[in-house]
């Protein structure tokens, strides 16, 4: 059996400030070696390293190494599911500034834990109230309330008349996760 990585791993990998301003670095500076990112960052050259190889793992940058030195491009990896969708977002969306990433930050976490993919999956049938959520996911009524807050307060879901359903988020950013995380 293939592993193939989850959409809520690579959310939890994206949802660091820190890797998203290097994200939005690379965007802007393509083919930039580690220590011009990390000068641009203003970050010390081994965290900028480490960030960037998590950003590799989850398709969101490819790496070229000539020598000693390593380039950096954002490039997804087709060969890992979302990268391509979120990295073509993300080159039109995210930039260094820090409303910019706050945003971004703050989107990516509604997506951190699989179960709140899960509520969502479920949710893309209609309205369920939070009982039947807890039923057929099979979580305590503090968790669905804890992920559900989450998922609400993150603008993916809302009360409806006969509980709880998905929203339609102008943001394209917010659509694009609902999508990935329906699928």
């Known amino acids: 059996m293939k592993l193939q990585p989850t959409l809520w791993r690579t959310c939890r990998a994206l949802a660091n400030r820190t890797r998203l301003r290097l994200l939005a670095i690379v965007i802007a500076n393509p083919d930039s070696p580690v220590s011009a990112i990390a000068e641009i960052a203003k970050i010390q050259t081994t965290l900028a390293s480490r960030y960037l190889r998590a950003l590799n793992a989850r398709g969101m940058v490819h790496a070229r190494r000539r020598g ?62 939070q009982c039947e959520l807890r039923n057929r996911l099979g979580l305590s009524q503090a968790a669905v309330e804890r992920h559900l807050r989450k998922l609400r307060t993150r603008g993916f879901v809302a009360v409806g008349k006969h509980g709880y359903r998905l929203r339609r988020p102008r943001d394209v950013l917010a659509r694009t996760l609902l999508k990935l995380a329906s699928e």
Do not use: C
């Not at 380039?71 to 080159?91: G, I, K, N, W």
């Not at 699989?114 to 509520?119: G, L």
């Open 68 to 129: 000693a030195w390593v380039f950096y491009s954002a490039r997804p990896d087709l060969s890992l599911p979302d990268s391509a969708a979120l990295l073509s977002v993300f080159s039109r969306t995210l930039t260094v500034e820090p409303e910019t990433v706050d945003h971004t930050f703050r989107l990516l976490t509604a997506f951190t834990h699989p179960r709140r993919v899960a509520i969502v999956r479920e949710l893309r049938s209609g309205e369920l109230r």
